[in-house]
């Protein structure tokens, strides 16, 4: 069963802390994505990348980072955690060149609260 | 990224149909998608519409697709209890708000 994992599932930081939310696929899939999920506004892409070492900002890359060092490992981080970034963080990955193709796989998702 | 607008709440008797609909500003995405999320669970594909298509049918579910007025919709034909979930309408990289579906007996 093809999967996307992500390190966590709940998580409570501080208040200035780095955070670090960590997504692996084992589809080989070329592009990975980092959205938030919050009630009422739906997902909202932060950043995304097409190939290793790329990355691409999305609609809300600010006070967010992200590594792809490896194909199957995309990580997301937040360089100095803040109450307003207290949400739904999920991952996502698919097949075909720069773009969604036929479709994104999701991970469970983590649920952050920053405190 | 692209405006996707959708309504937030649809209740539904089981054993109807239900209808989401789904409104997107970006004529040139290449596929339309819905996703379901089932409490407590990340967004699973339900089906995606390839955008020269203007109808898809898989078993219960029809997408139909009206390219000109960027109108999306889903019809789930004998909604059942299951079918109970936020449903996700998507165009390109971006999503709408979710329609939370209830079903109820």
């Known amino acids: 069963d093809v999967k996307v994992t992500q390190s966590s599932r709940y998580l409570v930081k501080r208040t200035g802390e780095k955070v670090f939310l960590e997504c692996v696929q084992d589809?080989?899939?070329?592009?990975m994505f980092w959205y938030r999920q919050d009630p009422g506004l739906g997902l909202r892409l932060i950043y995304f990348?097409?190939?290793?070492?790329?990355?691409e900002k999305g609609d809300i890359p600010e006070g967010y980072s992200v590594s792809r060092e490896k194909k199957e490992r995309f990580s997301l981080i937040l360089e100095s955690a803040s109450t307003n970034q207290t949400s739904m963080y999920l991952c996502?990955?698919?097949?075909?060149?720069?773009?969604?193709?036929?479709?994104?796989?999701f991970g469970s998702g983590t649920r952050l609260t920053v405190v | 990224g692209e405006d996707v607008e959708q309504s937030l709440f649809l209740s539904v008797r089981e054993g109807d149909s239900s209808v989401i609909n789904c409104t997107y500003t970006?004529?040139?995405?290449?596929?339309l998608y819905w996703y379901k999320q089932e409490p407590g669970a990340g967004l699973q594909l339900l089906t995606y519409?390839?955008?020269?298509?203007d109808m898809k049918q898989d078993q219960r579910l029809t997408v139909l697709l009206n390219k000109k007025d960027k109108h999306l919709s889903l019809r789930i034909a004998d909604t059942q209890t299951g079918d109970s979930a936020i449903y996700f309408c998507?165009?390109?990289?971006?999503f709408g708000a979710g329609t939370t579906v209830t079903v109820r007996a």
């Open positions: 970006d004529s040139s995405s290449t596929y």
């Open positions: 990348s097409y190939d290793v070492k790329m990355k």
């Open positions: 996502a990955s698919s097949s075909g060149q720069g773009g969604v193709g036929n479709g994104y796989t």
């Open positions: 589809m080989d899939h070329e592009n």
């Open positions: 998507a165009a390109s990289l971006s």
């Open positions: 519409i390839f955008s020269n298509m």
